[in-house]
Nanobody, 120 residues
């Protein structure tokens, strides 16, 4: 499966963005899809993951971010509200068939990343 992330940009603190992860392939609904982010000088970290009907979030984004999927459109979304400067990072979507995981090494397919910058 090929993934393409989009929707990043520059937003003020407290604002919102919606990221999209568009996938190729007919069996997209079978994939677990996760969002990760990486800030300069930091390791890639888990943000959220969605299976067929279960969602998990990092504590740092719980209550502010929502992950969802539209299998008819082969797309997973990450709605980000109440953004903070510490949310600034390159956001990546990733997919696997093995199951839900917070470990980026568990994912086989990656999108190219989209930059999110939150100004204070």
């Amino acid at each position: 499966v090929q993934l393409q992330a989009s929707g990043g940009g520059l937003v003020q603190a407290g604002g919102s963005l919606r990221l999209s992860c568009a996938a190729s392939g007919r069996t997209f609904s079978s994939y677990v899809v996760g969002w990760f982010r990486q800030a300069p000088g930091k390791e890639r970290e888990f943000v959220a993951v969605i299976t067929r009907n279960v969602r998990y979030y990092a504590d740092s984004v719980k209550g502010r971010f929502t992950i969802s999927r539209d299998n008819a459109k082969n797309t997973v979304y990450l709605q980000m509200n109440s953004l903070k400067p510490e949310d600034t990072a390159v956001y990546y979507c990733a997919a696997n068939l093995d199951g839900s995981s917070r470990n980026y090494a568990s994912y086989d397919y990656w999108g190219q990343g989209t930059q999110v910058t939150v100004s204070s």
